[in-house]
């Protein structure tokens, strides 16, 4: 089993930059992609950004220029910066991986951007 735990969540206002931090815990070996997820409310969990441990990364059009997903394979933690922050990108962040055919999930960080 793998766990995760984020981090970095907040308040900023529209235009401003927040870096999230997801570090994973467990069965770290097997993990081949991990990525962010958000959910805003009312809405479905929908797909932001992912990476595999080789660097590919997968970004949603939504985010694309102005979010960056990054990982530290060694502290088995993925990182997502988040720059140019708009009102629209408020939503819970979840930290997502896979092993197996297993999906874990972290207890989400809360980003809220005022304009």
């Known amino acids: 089993q793998v766990q995760l735990v984020e981090s970095g969540g907040g308040l900023v206002q529209a235009g401003g930059s927040l870096r999230l931090s997801c570090a994973a815990s467990?069965?770290?070996?097997?993990?081949?992609?991990m990525g962010w997820y958000r959910q805003a409310p009312g809405k479905q969990r929908n797909l932001v950004a992912t990476i595999t441990t080789g660097g590919t990364t997968n970004y949603a059009d939504s985010v694309k220029g102005r979010f960056t997903i990054s990982i530290d394979n060694a502290k088995n933690t993925v990182y997502l910066q988040m720059n140019s922050l708009k009102p629209e990108d408020t939503a819970v962040y979840y930290c997502?991986?896979?092993?197996?055919?297993?999906?874990?999930w972290g207890q989400g960080t809360q980003v809220t951007v005022s304009s």
């Open positions: 997502w991986t896979i092993t197996g055919t297993s999906n874990a």
């Open positions: 467990g069965s770290t070996f097997s993990i081949p992609v």
